[in-house]
């Protein structure tokens, strides 16, 4: 962990970090956007509208609904924590209960309506919130938390009883947090720690244990919001806000289930803008993993892939596991922005050093070779016949005198040094102890990240609890595989920050000519043949082959002689998906009685499976080329999605596709392409000529374009294959299916 009770490892303001980015004002706090700039084609929002929380968290006045100071009554020991956290923050808490005149000394009212002034937060401590709630809104509480379950977490009814618990906050004004939320937000946070914190966002109160124990090891956390079920305030609002927090290094989320995509992204844009990391574990990489955590929350979970590929687009770090969250979000609060992405591993063991460049390598991580000048200052003190080359190898000895802090000033003052990674696997006083000490002092003195591996499974050394844990400026690990991912999170989050450019930015606002092209193709629940979705493809300019459309045996000769031979030959129909298993396409046909024997087979093969026809595709044969595939789905959480991968059966065999969610840019374009395990295609392989990656990237711009206009309308859009010819011929969508919405 990263300690202590003083110092910061952070130089650079919130004000800098904004600037850098090229923050968007966004719209005014509690106001969605107005101006026409600041809404998309189909009419979204284009920026996160972040909620007013001050009060939330900081509130002036606070009433406890259901309040009890009985013992033995459960809502006993809610009261007394709500009494000691209003003491803290320094609100008047008034405690609601019909019966009591008093509550652990507090006059008491008997309902809402005699509260003695209007408050800022409600706390229901009751079964049924909803007449509460109604209650509450006729005396202009801004927030209120509930704590009670049964609702969406418990099957269709509960659903139903939260859809009515929704609907009653909507016409309240007031925010909601909850239902089956709990006390998370009103935890003791340690008031002695300095420096930038970790805001915690969590679905499941004790998931979010782990992080807020950070606070013993000196890591400080400022907020907690447990979300529970979102029937209101949900992760992108306390996402959105934290992002402002001047206080705020780093946020931490555990997400069960997100209740709308589209304002993740858009809260997720707003801290990638402001370049405050977003690390996160989301739960449903597997079935099982997101059948539980629906019926825990009662939210949707999303495909895995794209939660996975809408959360890298817009910088969010996604980890597996709580002590991952742990480590990376608290390297992330603190760490000061690096100067280089090279890695150096330090060690007095040459296989401790070899095996940490294992894996740091594998990590993809980058560690360079030092200098010959650098080795060889390294060597005054550490013998020739050690490595020093990175690793660097000490042999052990160095360490135990004034040598070691002079080899460790060497490897900072290198200027391709960024990070210094120094794995200490066991205690050894009192070596140790001189080693731990000399990293701590280098750190103090140098802008360059320090790591750590603290491996013993003690835990209680001195050189562990007191030196290390309580240095501000040493980031201090228990495993060395926590450290290299944190490490890997670090770098890549301020490349990406350094780069970034919101999509939002992007986005187009108004709809093109291609759109109104485009409505007139579209038939509301059917599937387009492949000659009308060829037409959709045409309206927003993707090529596609030479092709007529014939209704007889003579059309077709006549059409192929003006496409030019050789040709391909497909039955055309609404109904058909995969014409080349029931043997509805013919290549390669070079003559007259070829295309005639070819159409009258086409037709005869659709008569027998039933299929309707709306005639036959006589289209130039296209043969060189790359096949890949570029398609629009339409996922439940975040609506349209764009995926390109390598087309023709590749795709389904292989599974080599990559993921984005629209609006996005041409470098989003691209990466998808390095994403891909079959990428080396593109580039020429065993003699074969480069392709036209620039035609390619085209095609994926103008497919999210459609999937932007026409992502209401359009269920499900296939270009397979599309190919990718040599560079400079462009590309050719040598099929299309098209579903409509």
């Known amino acids: 962990m990263l ?44 920026y996160a509208d972040v909620p007013d929380l001050d009060r939330f968290f900081r509130p002036e006045s606070v009433a406890v609904i259901g309040a ?24 008047r808490l008034h405690p609601v209960h019909p019966t009591r005149e008093t509550v652990f000394g507090l006059p008491c009212s008997a309902s809402v309506a005699d509260l003695p002034e209007q408050v800022d937060l409600a706390v229901l401590l009751v079964a049924d919130p909803l007449p509460v709630l109604e209650q509450l809104a006729e ?4 927030f209120a938390v509930a704590f009670a379950s049964g609702f969406a977490e418990t099957g269709e009814e509960g659903a139903a009883a939260q859809e009515r618990l929704a ?10 947090l909850g239902p089956n939320t709990n006390l998370n937000a009103f935890e003791r946070f340690r008031e002695d720690l300095t420096g930038p914190s970790i805001a915690l966002i969590t679905q499941s109160g004790h998931q979010g244990r782990p992080v807020f124990a950070l606070q013993e090891n000196g890591v400080r956390l400022s907020h907690w919001a447990p979300t529970g079920n979102e029937a209101d305030l949900e992760t992108s609002d306390f996402l959105s806000y934290f992002a402002e927090r001047p206080e705020v290094g780093a946020i931490a989320c555990y997400v069960e ?4 995509g589209r304002s993740f992204l858009l809260a997720a844009d707003r801290a990638a803008r402001h370049g405050v990391p977003v690390v996160a574990v989301k739960v449903g990489r597997t079935e099982t993993g997101a059948r539980t955590a629906a019926s825990h929350t009662g939210k949707l979970t999303g495909a895995d892939e794209v939660v996975d590929a809408a959360m890298r687009q817009y910088g969010v770090i996604r980890v597996d596991g709580l002590d991952e969250l742990q480590d990376t ?7 000061r922005p690096p100067r280089a992405d090279g890695v150096v591993v330090y060690s007095i063991s040459g296989g401790t050093g070899a095996h940490a460049a294992d894996l740091a390598t594998a990590a993809g991580l980058t560690l360079p070779t030092l200098s010959a000048a650098k080795q060889a200052e390294l060597h005054r003190w550490i013998p020739e016949y050690l490595s020093v080359a990175n690793p660097v190898d000490n042999g052990g000895h160095p360490v135990g005198d004034q040598r070691g802090r002079k080899i460790i000033d060497a490897i900072l003052d290198d200027p391709a040094v960024g990070v210094l990674v120094c794995p200490i696997t066991g205690p050894f006083p009192p070596l140790s102890d001189r080693l731990v000490r000399d990293l701590v002092d280098a750190a103090e003195r140098t802008d360059k990240l320090v790591c750590v591996v603290w491996g013993s499974p003690v835990g209680t050394e001195p050189a562990y609890r007191e030196v290390l844990l309580g240095s501000s400026r040493v980031a201090t690990f228990r495993t060395l595989g926590n450290c290299l991912s944190a490490v890997r999170a670090y770098l890549g989050h301020h490349r990406f920050v350094r780069g970034y450019r919101s999509p939002f930015d992007e986005a187009p606002r108004t709809q093109s000519p291609s759109f109104r092209k485009a409505r007139l193709l579209m038939r509301p629940g059917q599937q387009l043949s492949e000659h009308a979705a060829k037409q959709l493809l045409r309206a927003y300019g993707i090529r596609v082959p030479r092709e007529q459309l014939v209704t007889s045996a003579a059309a077709a000769v006549r059409a192929a002689g003006l496409v030019g031979y050789p040709v391909v030959m497909k039955a055309s129909g609404g109904q058909i998906a995969h014409k080349t298993e029931l043997g509805l396409v013919k290549i390669g046909l070079t003559s007259a009685s070829q295309v005639r024997d070819a159409y009258r087979e086409l037709t005869d093969i659709a008569r027998y499976e039933g299929v309707e026809l709306d005639g036959v595709l006589v289209c130039q044969m296209v043969e060189r080329g790359v096949e890949m595939v570029v398609g629009v789905t339409h996922d439940e959480l975040f609506g349209p999605t764009v995926t390109v991968g390598l087309g023709g059966v590749l795709v389904e065999v292989l599974r080599d596709a990559a993921v984005r969610v629209p609006p996005f840019g041409e470098d989003q374009a691209r990466d998808m392409l390095a994403e891909l395990r079959g990428r080396a295609l593109l580039d020429g392989v065993r003699g074969r000529p480069a392709a036209d990656v620039e035609a390619l990237v085209e095609v994926i711009l103008r497919v999210q374009r459609m999937a932007l206009e026409l992502g209401e309308d359009i269920a499900e859009l296939d270009i397979n294959p599309l190919v990718v010819l040599p560079c400079g011929q462009g590309a050719v969508a040598l099929d299309a299916l098209a579903v409509c919405r």
Do not use: F, M, Y
């Open 329 to 335: 979000a608290a390297l992330l609060a603190r760490a």
């Open 257 to 260: 289930g997100l209740k709308d």
């Open 68 to 91: 009890s100071d009985a013992e033995g009554r459960p809502n006993t020991g809610v009261t007394r924590q709500l009494v000691d956290w209003a003491g803290r923050v320094g609100a």
């Open 3 to 46: 300690g202590s009770t003083h110092g910061t490892l952070t130089t650079d303001s919130r004000r800098a970090r904004v600037i850098a980015c090229g923050e968007h004002p966004g719209p005014a706090v509690h106001g969605r956007p107005a101006d026409a700039d600041d809404l998309d084609v189909s009419g979204r929002p284009l």
């Open 139 to 142: 005396t202009k509480v801004k």
């Open 167 to 176: 609907a009653a906050v909507a016409r309240s004004g007031l925010r909601l």
